[in-house]
T-cell receptor, first 113, second 113 residues
């Protein structure tokens, strides 16, 4: 089955630690995205990548980093510089055709203790 | 730049109808509608491209008024399964960062028996 997987579903981290969230897709999509969702705030774009080995900052990139070494994978690292990392993180992918939409993975809920 | 959704929340009885609006201050290329259940990934409903077309998906349809830069989602004869938060995502163009989705804050829909 084609789709987007994110792991883990729940993640707990101590303050000051970096943590990496996984996102894998087998839809053969060129573009991948990371969003952060907080209650009442909708989805805010952290980083996006339209092609392998290239990525761009979104609206709230501070305290986050990404890599795109493979078409299928787009991991997100939440660094200790992120002041308020507790949130629901969603990964999405799409083709590069503007008439297509984005499809989302199941999400990772990160809690900082 | 973030689209404005209204209402913020709505409560319906089964069988009732609802309209959710999404307005932008910028000229839009497309509008994407999603539904999200609590703790789950947003699920794609439909996409509307500029041109004022209307689309339908069973008892859920949507329109896009290009002159007003507004899209409306129509839910008719609501079912319990329609409960969730509805998000519109707007796209300003087809290239580069213009091709990214900007999401509204969502409309929480609750359908009661």
């Amino acid at each position: 089955d084609g789709g987007i997987t994110q792991s883990p579903k729940y993640l707990f981290r101590k303050e000051g630690q970096n943590v990496t969230l996984s996102c894998e897709q087998n839809l053969n999509h060129d573009a991948m995205y990371w969003y952060r969702q907080d209650p009442g705030q909708g989805l805010r774009l952290i980083y996006y990548s339209q092609i392998v080995n290239d990525f761009q900052k979104g609206d709230i990139a501070e305290g986050y980093s990404v890599s795109r070494e493979k078409k299928e994978s787009f991991p997100l690292t939440v660094t200790s510089a992120q002041k308020n990392p507790t949130a629901f993180y969603l990964c999405a992918s799409s083709t590069r055709r503007a008439t297509d939409t984005q499809y989302f993975g199941p999400g990772t809920r990160l809690t900082v203790l | 730049q973030q689209p404005v959704q209204s209402p913020q929340a709505v409560i319906l009885r089964e069988g009732e109808d609802a309209v959710i609006n999404c307005s932008s201050s910028k000229a839009l290329y497309s509008v994407h509608w999603y539904r999200q259940k609590h703790g789950e990934a947003p699920v794609f409903l439909m996409i509307l491209l500029k041109g004022g077309e209307q689309k339908g998906h069973e008892k859920i349809s949507a329109s896009f008024n290009e002159k007003k830069q507004q899209s409306s989602l129509y839910l008719t004869a609501s079912q319990l399964s329609y409960s969730g938060t509805y998000f519109c995502g707007t796209m300003l163009g087809s290239l580069g960062s213009q091709g990214n989705l900007i999401f509204g804050k969502g409309t929480k829909l609750s359908v009661k028996p």
